[in-house]
């Protein structure tokens, strides 16, 4: 018996939704955002600019691609996002100095500011999941392990 009947044999695959990983995962996703929606409104932010900020507030002046890296997006779903971010006076992009063809994304004023504001949305998220502190960061942890070890598989 080859190794993937044997792993099939034991996990007992079906093709029912509520047995699929990536449906529950998905779900869940989705639920989360749902939990975020809020506070994301309040701030105007829609979920991936909040995560884009969340890049931001960390290290602020970074190139199109290093967010996209943090973000797992590439550039053609990102830029217009940050399109609109700049619309919106949140953020502004500059070609690099060194390398033209590198955008420098920073944030402005406006952007700064909201990082103030920003720290309701994980804890509505943290109070709608029912989960303890240390439930979420072992879940967290436990997905951090699981994305790192399906790039590894999948290239």
């Known amino acids: ?12 695959l079906s093709l029912k939704l509520d047995d699929q990983l990536c449906f529950a995962l998905y779900s869940a996703a989705s639920a989360l955002k749902k939990a ?3 506070a994301l409104d309040t701030l105007g932010l829609t979920y991936p600019q909040y995560l884009v900020m969340m890049v931001l507030w960390e290290r602020d002046g970074q190139r199109v691609s290093e967010i996209g890296d943090k973000l797992f997006l590439d550039s053609a779903t990102l830029t217009p996002l940050l399109k609109r971010m700049e619309g919106q006076g949140l953020i502004s992009r500059k070609r690099a100095e060194d390398d033209e063809r590198q955008v420098i994304v920073s944030l402005t004023k406006q952007g700064m500011e909201l ?11 943290f109070q709608a999941s029912g989960c303890t502190p240390d439930e979420l960061i072992a879940l ?13 598989a999948t290239g």
Not at 1 to 12: F, I, P, R, S, T
Not at 115 to 125: D, I, L, S, T, Y
Not at 142 to 148: A, D, G, I, M
């Open 36 to 38: 975020y929606r809020p």
């Open 1 to 12: 018996m080859d190794k993937e009947q044997e792993m099939a044999d034991d996990v007992k």
């Open 140 to 152: 967290r942890d436990r997905l951090k392990e699981l994305r790192t070890d399906l790039i590894a």
């Open 115 to 125: 990082e103030a504001q920003a720290g309701a949305a994980p804890v509505a998220a």
